[in-house]
């Protein structure tokens, strides 16, 4: 692992890869978005026991800096974790893409927003971006319970214990208010988490730089010093 990592070469490739495909993804999304209109509406007897709450829009929206933030705490402190970020957030990110494209789905979970405090603007600005379409599974709690399962494995991270703690704190904060802001059922919560622990478990069965992407992109040396 950390030989193909001295590689500068290397290590400059697999910063672009997740930058590459955060932008091929988001053309797809748009794209989905646009032309494949919801078949499915997804909902949960639990959705009316979960109330409304404003205030949750800070950490829904503190998921974007928080993902960017990890990936670049990974790369430069922790690269097997990094490795691992990319293979499992690029596969269930696609996974996810397909299934919307093959089960189009929605919710119809979002009710008129009565208060005028900052919070409450801030979740009117937020749905007029964010559509109520291609919701399950939910890719803020995907990514979240990806990105919490690498921090606690991580080497770097449990020398700093108080780093992680915030870290995990804000991760059950994130998917909390994905259904207290209306933005998910449940069901949707459910299934996010449960794709993310299924492909832990099956992706951990191999090492990360096993992946074929990873090898391809190695320079030819750095290639055969893994085989």
């Known amino acids: 692992m950390d030989a193909p990592w001295e590689n500068e070469q290397t290590r400059r490739r697999m910063l672009a890869l997740p930058i590459f495909y955060f932008f091929l993804y988001m053309v797809c999304f748009f794209l989905l978005e646009e032309y494949v209109h919801p078949r499915y509406w997804i909902s949960s007897g639990l959705d009316a026991y979960i109330p409304f709450c404003a ?41 996810c893409l397909a299934l919307y494209a093959l089960f189009p789905n929605g919710q119809l979970l979002r009710r008129p927003i009565v208060g005028d405090d900052l919070f409450s603007e801030m979740v009117r600005l937020l749905r007029k971006t964010d559509t109520p379409t291609n919701v399950c599974p939910s890719i803020h709690v995907f990514v979240t319970v990806t990105v919490a399962l690498e921090a606690a494995r991580s080497q770097a991270m449990a020398r700093q214990p108080l780093l992680r703690g915030a870290l995990m704190a804000l991760c059950v904060l994130i998917c909390m208010s994905t259904v207290f802001l209306k933005q998910h059922s ?42």
């Open 186 to 227: 449940i069901v949707d919560v459910a299934l996010g988490a449960a794709l993310s622990l299924g492909l832990d478990f099956l992706l951990r069965q191999r090492r990360p730089e096993s992946w074929l992407l990873f090898r391809l992109l190695q320079p030819r040396k750095g290639r055969a010093a893994l085989d």
């Open 55 to 95: 205030a949750f829009i800070l950490p829904y929206l503190a998921w974007f800096p928080m993902v960017a933030g990890m990936f670049w705490y990974f790369y430069r402190k922790d690269p097997e974790r990094y490795l691992c970020l990319c293979r499992s957030m690029l596969l269930g990110l696609t996974i």
